[in-house]
């Protein structure tokens, strides 16, 4: 059975930093990545990391949030700096084949962890 478990989310101010991890289990995978929704929005692209250490991020997390991942032990970090307030949201784990940051194209995701920040 394949499982991604997320941790790490929480209520933090702004300028703070967290550090969210997903474990996965059951299988490898070629691409990581998290994506987040915030209430009333679209689920959107936010990180994602092949197995081979390659990364893509969104615009709006660029220069403050960092993807990396173990693969001895299936699991990825996303290192977030600098929160903002629209930050706040939902952030999923997503796993599958293809490196894209299309949501669709992802197999498995986990259950979520909130993030809130405040301002």
């Known amino acids: 059975q394949v499982r991604l478990v997320e941790s790490g989310g929480g209520l933090v101010q702004a300028g703070s930093s967290l550090r969210l991890s997903c474990a996965a289990s059951?299988?490898?995978?070629?691409?990581m990545g998290w994506f987040r929704q915030a209430p009333g929005k679209e689920r959107e692209f936010v990180a994602t990391?092949?197995?081979?250490?390659?990364?893509l991020y969104a615009d709006s997390v660029k220069g403050r949030f960092t993807l990396s991942r173990d693969n001895a032990k299936n699991t990825v970090f996303l290192q977030m700096n600098s929160l903002k307030p629209e930050d706040t949201a939902v952030y999923y784990c997503?796993?599958?084949?293809?490196?894209?940051?299309?949501?669709?194209?992802?197999?498995?995701w986990g259950q979520g962890t909130q993030v809130t920040v405040s301002s």
């Open positions: 990391i092949t197995r081979n250490n390659y990364t």
């Open positions: 059951g299988r490898t995978f070629n691409v």
């Open positions: 997503a796993a599958g084949g293809r490196l894209t940051t299309w949501k669709n194209l992802y197999d498995y």
